[in-house]
């Protein structure tokens, strides 16, 4: 069983910067693909970013070379750097874990999730 907390939601101006964080609970976390997803109002919830245990990333066409994954597995954190944000990229913001190393971009692969952190961009 693995719980998530994220924090570092809140209001920015487009082309700022935010950082969110995810702490995890549970025994399996260093093994355990991670990923932040997001959900605008209205809209369904879409990958942003996915981090295997090792530190190998990847992201969405949408947030590439804007925001940046990372973890430390000592801590159980899981990090969300973004730059140069859009009003577009104003959404909730959620940290998920995968039972294993294998991570994908559906929804349906993480079966742990965190309650969600909002962040809103302005113009």
């Known amino acids: 069983q693995v719980t998530l907390v994220e924090s570092g939601g809140g209001s920015v101006q487009a082309g700022g910067s935010r950082r969110l964080s995810c702490t995890a609970s549970?025994?399996?976390?260093?093994?355990?693909?991670m990923a932040w997803f997001r959900q605008a109002p209205g809209k369904e919830r879409d990958f942003v970013a996915g981090i295997s245990w090792s530190g190998r990333t990847n992201y969405a066409d949408s947030v590439k070379g804007r925001f940046t994954a990372s973890r430390d597995n000592a801590k159980k954190t899981v990090d969300l750097q973004m730059n140069s944000l859009k009003p577009e990229d104003t959404a909730v913001y959620y940290c998920?874990?995968?039972?294993?190393?294998?991570?994908?971009?559906?929804?349906?692969?993480?079966?742990?999730w965190g309650q969600g952190t909002q962040v809103t961009v302005s113009s």
């Open positions: 549970g025994r399996s976390f260093s093994l355990s693909a």
């Open positions: 998920a874990a995968a039972r294993g190393d294998f991570g994908g971009r559906f929804v349906t692969d993480y079966p742990y």
